[in-house]
């Protein structure tokens, strides 16, 4: 007598489910073969399958633990399978280490690769405020956003919010066509590189649809509260004192606030000082804040980068001329 059949259907939303089932489907194959008695049958991000209850709810299990895989390493192998569907559904490969923080697109383990930058780790971990200040290619922003990713795919937090000043980096850009948004990537260019290699494309358009991320110049956060979030200011060099201070009182429950920047390129105004210059002055001593600082040996891009930050900040020699045009 033949088993009653019911179906089910899985959804495959949180992962990029095309590189999980691989070229052709083929891990898709693969696991129809372990699992005879089921009918699956894969439609985009939706999965059904058809067959026996209790052949069903041991599938589920199996491919909570085939996802879970998935998401920290990037890709799913069959000897992986095989070592889920052997244990309790994990395998000894599967013990990630605390170092990583986001396993990105195509199998980029994302972590912190500086003393430094562990340090801004584990400081943002501790305190609900952290300012890190830096040069360019220190791993400033790049870190916080995995910071951020990280805490929405444990449901830390519910949303983020990346923000920083529409400010030119001394060029006079000129009118810039299209809408609101358009007028905006150019200045938010590095927050959608680092979010692109964290998450998937289709989630990532998803969260920018529904608001879970949002990413908005830092005009646009007065007056608000902004409550479970990870917020990130970058390019604080070039907030004003004003500014910054409306920024930091926008901070509400269950909130992460991390605060990154470059004292030593500020494109601000020659009357107007740097904003994140007072605002570290100020709040040096304010408990529940940190400060971290990193510096051309935490500069992870190319090797010339470190030196040119270390040409840049020896002074120039009396004797020697500035060409000009």
């Given at each position: 007598m033949n088993e009653p059949s019911i179906e089910k259907i899985f959804s495959l939303e949180e992962i990029d489910?095309?590189?999980?089932?691989?070229?052709?489907?083929?891990?898709?194959?693969?696991?129809?073969?372990?699992?005879?008695?089921?009918?699956?049958?894969?439609?985009g991000e939706m999965l059904k399958a058809i067959g026996p209850e209790e052949d069903i709810a041991w599938f589920e299990g199996k491919l909570q633990a085939m996802m879970t895989y998935f998401d920290k390493f990037g890709r799913l192998t069959e000897n992986a399978v095989m070592q889920i569907m052997e244990s309790g559904g994990g395998s000894p490969e599967a013990e990630v280490s605390d170092e990583i923080l986001v396993?990105?697109?195509?199998?980029l383990l994302i972590k912190a690769r500086t003393p430094n930058q562990?340090?801004?780790?584990r400081s943002v971990f501790e305190h609900d405020m952290v300012f890190a200040i830096g040069p360019a290619g220190t791993g400033k922003t790049y870190?916080?956003?995995?910071?951020?990713?990280?805490?929405?795919k444990n449901k830390e937090i519910r949303r983020i919010i990346l923000t920083r000043p529409a400010v030119e980096?001394?060029?006079?850009?000129?009118?810039?066509?299209?809408?609101?948004?358009?007028k905006l990537d150019p200045y938010l260019q590095p927050l959608y590189d680092a979010l692109r290699d964290m998450i998937p494309q289709?989630?990532?358009?998803?969260y920018w649809e529904d608001n879970t991320i949002e990413i908005a110049p830092l005009a646009f956060m007065r007056g608000r509260t902004l409550d479970n979030a990870f917020v990130i200011l970058d390019e604080a060099q070039n907030a004003t004192s004003a500014?910054?201070?409306m920024f930091l009182t926008r901070m509400g429950r269950n909130a992460k606030f991390v605060i990154t920047g470059d004292l030593t390129q500020v494109d601000l105004p020659r009357h107007q000082?740097?904003?994140l210059l007072q605002a570290t002055q100020i709040l040096r001593d304010v408990k529940g804040i940190d400060i971290i600082r990193l510096d051309h040996s935490d500069v992870i891009r190319h090797h010339l980068v470190t030196d040119i930050i270390r040409a840049y900040e020896k002074p120039l020699p009396e004797s020697t001329p500035l060409l000009q045009d």
């Open positions: 489910y095309a590189r999980f089932w691989g070229a052709n489907d083929r891990m898709l194959d693969f696991v129809r073969l372990l699992f005879p008695k089921l009918k699956l049958v894969a439609r396993h990105g697109r195509n199998g562990q340090r801004l780790v870190t916080a956003v995995a910071l951020a990713v990280r805490a929405l980096a001394g060029e006079n850009l000129g009118f810039l066509p299209g809408d609101l948004r358009d289709q989630k990532l358009l998803s500014q910054l201070k000082q740097s904003g």
